[in-house]
Structures are given as structure tokens and as C-alpha cells.
């Protein structure tokens, strides 16, 4: 373990070299050029840490497949993204999104964690082994797609046409958490996804409020639907969206009141008095590890901003996402959806798909991956790793899961403070060094096989 | 009368090259240059038509009061304001708001109707009847100010201070209609008006959605509280809102069933299929005469637009107008409102009021100088006004109707497609010229005498 710690201290400035140059490159979702450019980078990135290399493709950018496999020995499948979430209102940031700044031992840009930081921290994990030892202790496999953000959308077809090349004991996902006491979390599935838009129309043009006695208001009949989704309790309406959902068992509840998380860190980085409901403890991760959302992303109608107009809009819309517990499907939630609109009155409300939808997955406890993948990281950070159940966010990763048969675990860099998708979105450097030691140390781990 | 029908259509081109120039002043509130250059403007109009000029204000941009008297003859004050509403979303425009363009006999731009369109045709009059008969039949006065769109803030002072000046044997204000098929629309009142924003912050930034769990989203605060101010079957919640307000007594009523409402016209010019509510006929404009509103003129939050974001929101924020009827008091509606968010659980709801508020006020049907206006109205137009109680707009009319005790009727060139505070507001040339011939009718009736 040392002389990997040597490794990764000794190398951090080149690191953070790399991590500069590739967030440079956005990669955003609708532009060939910035996405063309981002795997280009990845793919030498990839070449460079001593991997076979092969870019492919499956119908939309590129999919980079590298690998190394080593006779005898188990392989492990990397997930990886270059693409990234747009910017957002680029005057919320510190620093412009795409110039990478060090500020206070943290580098700011998007994509720093998610997910860029986090692959480069594993290609130093693959260069440390090589320097160190002269070469990698198991096989290695890099699937790395540019349409996560997006929800992979082309990433099913890619997975069925190259299942043979995909084939690995394990697969090891993008997102995992330090917490600020240096406390590693891993994560065994993610939450399914929906995400729609929500648009009612009134008059063609806005009118002058003063018919606001008999002019129909989208932003009313909007606001109405909505109201009707969720109750201030947060408990979501829409009829039979809970059927699928399971509890936790008496097991896993005694699992999660065990489970550490830092409630002060999160209140402070967001810097808000209390969680939803006043929730806290072992409620509090319950409630995020068992819970599907229904999220407001986003509110738009009229005028709002410098001046007054005293108008009836023409137009309101509203973004949502839904976040979905296993057994819970994006497409089945998407006819509740409908169905509970009309049943309420709101056929007028119009409802878009946006992106692709996302299947929810997860991996028991009990599998011998997730067994070796702690015991690295007890390797690695000298204490033990809190194993979440699933995170927050999501990914395609039911295609690997359930798809492939694989055991996913999630492993990175992020923290607290990370404002992954929000502005500011940064790593801190003493993340990306441990990360290094961490896959290094994951390597050596599955070098002396899966736990029977 | 013909020889000033002659006079209208003969310096018709005159009148439009007018308003073009006008128009291209814009006179936005903020933004004193704009408001200087249009104030001049409108002082050399006033002067070009011969009256005596005088620039004024009482602490914000100028207030123009300009005046000729007859004497032995009664005197008629003339409302208007040089300032416009901001344009919104320039590309909902056909053409740009501030390069007036002619186009199938109406000239586009902000202001071709509200005011500046109207304060033409009146200054076209008086030079009408100085050309015909060599002078004026009765004294006239104009108070011309440039903050009526945001609610008048220096006005009232302004009229304390120069009550004298004002005097008066009734007051013409800038707002009135005329139907698709040529029937005058005049009103007798404006109602009241409060305009506030809300808004609601959760975390200092915006969250990876995966936490909507647990984190507050100011979206859901902000929709769940509009949602209990008003209900789907458009009922006004907040408490004692409509203590103040009186329904129609039963003569007002049967005045209400006899006045046309071009209801197609409007469903036309808004392109939606029905009324709120389904309303027709003498409820459509009872509901328009006597009821309050609580209009949502703007909603936003997070993201909407090109991209997918899947974030909690920072902060939320909804625009309210509401239109208040005689005997209710915008301050005590404020008072209210906060009290109602404040009981209902939102007391993290912000309300930051907007601009200055309005009082409603209504002069009776039965006042002398309504009636003559009226029939100067059928002289003009060969046909008899709808006289409307009260107009679903706003404006600082309390101050002349109480404040002075002067009658006042508002009389004017709008037609249901002038998107007035919309997008493409526009004029129709014939309604240019019929209101150069109305208000000319105006000032010989007024020159018989009020009626006893």
C-alpha cells in the first residue's frame, strides 16, 4: 500500500494536469464536436495507462472500450463517462465552468468529480501498478460512453451487441462519497429515473391581466397540477405509484442504523437549517435509501426578472425528475402519471419525456465482489467503508446489474461540498490522491480472488 | 362633425408618422434618459397643438401639465402617460417593439395603443378643431406623466401639490375600446391593484436531485403555497379578501345583461376555446365588473430550457397581480395575504411588494358629465357607447375620482386584438382616425354644458 501512497503523492501535480486539460474539453449532450473531442482525449488517456484501446459506438458519440486482461486472474469492468451536465447560470459560479481553477486545495470545474476527476483517478490507479509493480494484478476492462447525463440512451443496444467483450467479475461504478472525516462511502445500485416536462398553454400571446377574471392562466392550471402530485408531506399522489415500492427488512434496518452520515457536513455545505420533515438519524438515510422523489427541477412562465410586466402568461412549464426505488419502472410510472393527470382534470396538462428513462438497481450485500471491494477500501483508508444500500442519483447502470448478471459497486471521489450537477462543482485534491490509492488497492484485493 | 371627419382622414399619414416617432422613444421605467427623451417629446406635441406647457414633477421623471382655457366654457382634464411596459421576450415579436412598423393597416409596436397612441389622437383633435373652427370650444387641460406603469409612485404628491391647476369639470382617462364591429367601449372606473413578488430559498445552491429526498426544494414550497391561494374553481382563500367586496345591486345587473361583449372577438384574438370557467354573457362581465382577482404573472426556478438539469432549485419565485374592486385597499390585502401564508405554514415564503399599489375607484352611471360623454360618443361613432362600471386594468384614477372629486370615464382607441402589455401591441389606423373624431365630438358636447 505504501509505495502506491508514494505514488500518488509523488504524481498528485500531474494528475491535477490532466484533470485541468480534460475539463477544458465540456462534452455536452448535443454537440458532436465537444463530445468527439472529450473521448478523443479519453481514449489516448486510456492508450496511455497501457490499455488496448478501441472506440466504438453503438449510435450516438463515441463508447470507449479499453482493456488488459491478465491470464489466470479475475477482471474487473470500470463504468466511466466524458460527457457532462450543462453549466447552469454561469454567474453562480466562482470560476467560469469550463476554465479549470485550483482554489484552496480544490479544483473547481464541471465534471471535476463527476465524472472526470473520478476516471482519472483510476487511470493513476492503473499507471501506479504499472510503475510499482511492472504491471496490473487482474484484468481490466473500461466501458467509458459520452450520453450519461442524458440517460444513455444509446447504451442498451451498445451492451447487447458487445456482451462478450463486456464480460468481468465485477463492474465498478462511477459515484462514491468521502465523507469530510475521510470516512469512504460505497454504494451498491442507484435510484431509476424519469424526467419530464410539464407544459400547459393558455392564450397564444400573453394578455394584459385585467382579463385575469376570464382568461384562462397556464401558470395557475400548472401550479394546481402540481399541487396535486405531492402534498406538503411529501407524500406523492400519483395513484399506485407506491405499489411496487418495498420497505427495508428488519435486517437492512438494523444495517442502515449502523451507517454513519454526516448530517452536519450536508446542513453546512447547503447550507440549510434542517433536513426535509426535521428528519435526522437512521430516518433521514431510510427515507434517501428506500424512497422514490418526485422533484421540482425546474419553474418557468411569464415574466419574472427586472421590471413589471402585469401580464397572463402565454406559457408555463414545469421539470421534473423521478427518482425510482427497484421494482419501480420509469416507463409504468410515466402512464400513472398521465392517468392521474386526467383523473384530476388536468388534461390540459401536456407532459414530454425528456432524456431516456432509467431502470433502478441494486446489489445484495452478501456478494463476494462487494465483500472484496470493502475490504480494499478498508485497505486503502485504514477504516472501514459505510456500505450504502444505493445512492441518490442514477445511471444506466441496470443494463450492467441485470443485464450482464455483474455485482455494481460505486467508488469515487466526491464530497459533501462536491455540487455535483450545481454550480461550483469541485474536487478536493486530497480526494483525487486517495482515490489513486484506492483503486490501486481495489486492484491488489481482487488479485487474491473473491471471497467463497 | 364631418368637417372633422374630413380633418382625421385627411392628416391621417400625419398622425401615424407621429406615433412612429413616439414610439420609437420606448420610456421605460429605470431608465430616466429614455423617459427624458420621451417626456420632451410629448411637451413639444402638447405646445405644436396650443396649449400653454409647463414641465413639472414631484420627485420622479417629468410630469407634464399643459392647459388652455375657455372663458365661461367648462374644462375638461386629460389623463395620459409617455411610459410604456418593458417589452418582454423581444422574439415573441413579429416585429422589433421599438421600430414601429405599419403592417395590414395597424402599426405594431409597444405604446401604439397604451398610451401613446391614444395621447395622439386627442392632441390631433384639438388641432382639429383649431383648424376647422379657428380654436377651442372648452378649456382644456392634460396631465401627461411617466410612471404609470409601475404604479404612479410620485403621483399623488404631485396632485396634492398642484390641485389647483387641475381643476376641472371631469376627467377623460387613457384606457377604452372599440369593438371589432366599431361599438365604443368606455369605463367608468379602473380597479385597484397590488403586485408582489414571493419568493422561497432553499440550499445556497442548487442540489444533484438524487438528494430530493431529504432536501428542501423551494419549488415545492413555492407551489404548494400558491396552490392554497387560490383553488382550481378560481375562489380567492386568502381570509377575509372578499369581506370588502359588493356584488352588483339588481339595477346594476340588468345594465350588465344589456351591454354587448364581443365574446368571439376575443376568443379569436386569444385563439382559446372558452371563457374561464366556461362563462358566457351577462356572468362573463358580471365576473369582470365585481370580482377581485389573484393573478399569477410570472413563475421561476431552476432549469428550464435547452439541456436536461436534474437539480433541486435554489430559490423559486412567483409574480402576483391582484385587481382589486371598490372598497377593498391593496395595503390591507398585503396585510392579509401575509397573515394567510403566515397561518397556512409558509412563513418561509418571502413577499417583496412591487411597484406602488393602486386604489380602485368608480364613478356612478348617473354623474352629469358621463352622460355627456356618452352622447358625444353616439355623435362620433353613430352609435351608442357600451358604458362598461369598471375596467379590468389599473391606474392612479383614484387620485383624480377621490382625490380631486372629479368624474371620470376612460375613452380610448384599444380594440380586443391591441395586446396591450403583450407582444406585438398594435393600432388599428382606423381606430387612430375614429378617435381623433371622438374626442373632437367630445369637446363640442362639453361646450353645451353638462346636462342638469
Redesign the interface.
Known sequence: MERFREFAHKHLSEVVEDLRNFCALPG???RPEELQAAASWVAQALEESGLRVEVLSAGGPPVILAEREVAGRPTVLFYDHYDV??A?EER?WLFPPFSPRLYRRRLYARGAVDNKGTLLARLWALRAWQDVEGGLPVGVRFLVEGEE???SPHLAEFVLRYAERLRADGCIWENGTVSADGRPHLYLGM?G?L?V?LEVR????????????????P??R???A??RL?S?DEEILIDGFYEAVEGPDHEEILRVRRLPFPETDYLQA???PA??QG?SGST?LL??FY?P?????????????????????AV????L?F?LVPRQRPEEVLEQLRRYLDRE?FEDVHIRP??SPLQPFRTPYEAPFVRAVVEATRRAFRKPPAVFPI????GPIFLFGQGLGLPVVGLGIAHPGS??????ENVRLSDLERGIVHVAALLGRLAEGLPG
Not at 422523489?293 to 402568461?313: F, M, W
Not at 408555463?316 to 421539470?319: N, V
Open positions: 455536452m449532450a448535443g451536465q450543462p447552469g453562480e447525463e442524458v440517460g435510484k429515473l424526467s416536462e393558455g392564450a397564444t400571446t400573453e394578455l394584459h391581466s385585467g382579463w385575469a377574471t376570464i382568461a384562462p392562466n401558470a395557475w400548472l401550479v394546481w402540481l399541487s405531492k406538503p447547503w447550507k440549510v433536513f426535509l428528519m433521514l427515507c434517501q424512497s422523489t418526485c422533484n421540482i427541477s425546474g419553474l418557468s412562465g411569464g415574466h419574472v426578472g427586472p421590471g413589471e410586466r402585469t401580464i397572463i402568461p408555463a412549464r414545469a421539470r425528475d427518482r382534470g425528456l432524456g445512492a441518490g442519483g442514477s455540487q455535483v450537477h450545481g454550480a461550483n
